[in-house]
C-alpha cells in the first residue's frame, strides 16, 4: 500500500483546523500545520506525533504577508508527499460595512480569498501532473446570505464555492477531487474574534460534528458539503436554479422589459 498524503492544513492552531489535523492525525496521516501562533501549533504537534504515531510538521505563517504566502507555496509545489490540502485559515467581520477601515478590509479579502487562492493555484500543477490530490475549501453558509449583514466575509465566501465549483469543473477531469464545505454557526474562537458571544447564538455546532460530517462528505468525495443543511434537496433545487438562469440567457439582445422606455 502506499503511504497516506501528508496533509497541509492552514490556520491549524485552533478551530475547526485543529480538529482536522486532530482527525486526519488519527486517520495515521502525517501533517504539515499551518498558522501564526507557533507556540500553539508546536504544543498540538507534539500532542499529535505522542497521541497517533504520525509526524508533523510546523510552518508558523502570516498568510496575509506576501513573503510567508510564499514559502507555503513552494512547500506545496515541492514537497510531494503532500496530496491533500485543507484550505481553513480564515478571519470573520467585526462589524458592518460603515464600520469598516482599509486595513480591515485588506486583510479580510488577503487571507479569506487571496491566500486560499494562491495555495490552491500553488499544489494544482502538482495533483494534476500525479492525477491525484484533495483540496478542501472552508467556505460558510454566509455566502447564501447578504440579509445578515456581513458583506465583505459573505462575498468572501461566496468567492470560495464559487471557486470551489470552477476548479471542480477543471481539475475533477484530471484526478483532483474539491471540496467545498459549509459551515454555520461552529462554537470556535472566530466568534469572540469577531466581537461576537457564540452563548448568545439560538444554536451552534459543536466543532468536532462539523469536521466528522465534513468528512464524511470527503469521503464521498462531495463537492459541496453543508453539515447543517437537513433538507439535502435545498442545494440540488439551488443549483438546478442556477443552471436554469444560465439556459434562458440570450446574449444578442437584451430582455423583451429592457426594449421600452415607461
Ligand atoms: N466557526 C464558525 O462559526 C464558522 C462558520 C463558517 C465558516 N467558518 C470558517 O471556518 C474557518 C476556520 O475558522 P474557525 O471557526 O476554526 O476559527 P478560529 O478558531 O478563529 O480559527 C482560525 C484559524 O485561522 C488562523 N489565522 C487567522 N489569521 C491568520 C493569518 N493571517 N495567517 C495564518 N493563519 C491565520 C488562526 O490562527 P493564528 O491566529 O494562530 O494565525 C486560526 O488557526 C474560517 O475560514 C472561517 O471563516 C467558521
Known amino acids: 500500500m502506499p503511504p497516506l498524503p501528508t496533509v497541509l492544513i492552514t490556520g491549524a492552531s485552533s478551530g475547526i ?3 482536522y489535523a486532530k482527525r486526519f492525525a488519527r486517520r495515521g496521516h502525517d501533517l504539515v500545520l499551518v498558522a501564526r501562533d ?7 504537534a507534539a500532542r499529535l506525533r505522542a497521541e497517533c504515531k504520525v509526524a508533523v510538521d510546523v510552518l508558523p505563517a502570516d498568510l496575509t504577508k ?4 510564499s514559502v507555503i507555496e513552494s512547500h506545496l509545489r515541492d514537497d510531494a508527499r503532500i496530496g491533500i490540502l485543507i484550505n481553513n485559515a480564515g478571519v470573520p467581520q467585526s462589524k458592518g460595512f460603515l464600520e469598516q477601515t482599509a486595513e480591515s478590509i ?21 495533483f494534476v501532473r500525479s492525477g491525484t490530490g484533495a483540496i478542501v475549501n472552508i467556505g460558510s453558509v454566509v455566502s447564501f446570505a447578504p440579509e445578515f449583514g456581513m458583506s465583505i466575509y459573505g462575498a ?10 470552477g476548479l471542480n469543473v477543471e481539475l475533477a477531469p484530471k484526478g ?75 446574449q444578442a439582445h437584451a430582455a423583451e422589459r429592457y426594449q421600452r422606455q415607461t
Open 66 to 69: 506576501s513573503d510567508d504566502l
Open 17 to 19: 483546523g485543529a480538529t
Open 176 to 250: 483532483v477531487y474539491v471540496q467545498a464545505v459549509l459551515p454555520a454557526a461552529t462554537r470556535t474562537e472566530i466568534w469572540k474574534k469577531g466581537g461576537m458571544d457564540v452563548n448568545t447564538l439560538p444554536e451552534v455546532m459543536e466543532v468536532e460534528e462539523l469536521v466528522d460530517a465534513a468528512l464524511v462528505g470527503f469521503d464521498r468525495r462531495e463537492l459541496v458539503t453543508i453539515p447543517p443543511l437537513h433538507v439535502a434537496e435545498r442545494w440540488d433545487a439551488l443549483d438546478d436554479a442556477r443552471q436554469g438562469l444560465m439556459s434562458d440567457l440570450r
Open 38 to 44: 507557533k507556540a500553539r501549533l508546536e504544543a498540538l
Open 156 to 165: 468572501s465566501k461566496a468567492f470560495v464555492l464559487f471557486l470551489s465549483q
Open 106 to 126: 485588506e486583510s479580510l479579502i488577503a487571507l479569506n480569498t487571496t491566500a486560499l487562492t494562491r495555495l490552491a493555484a500553488a499544489v494544482a500543477p502538482r
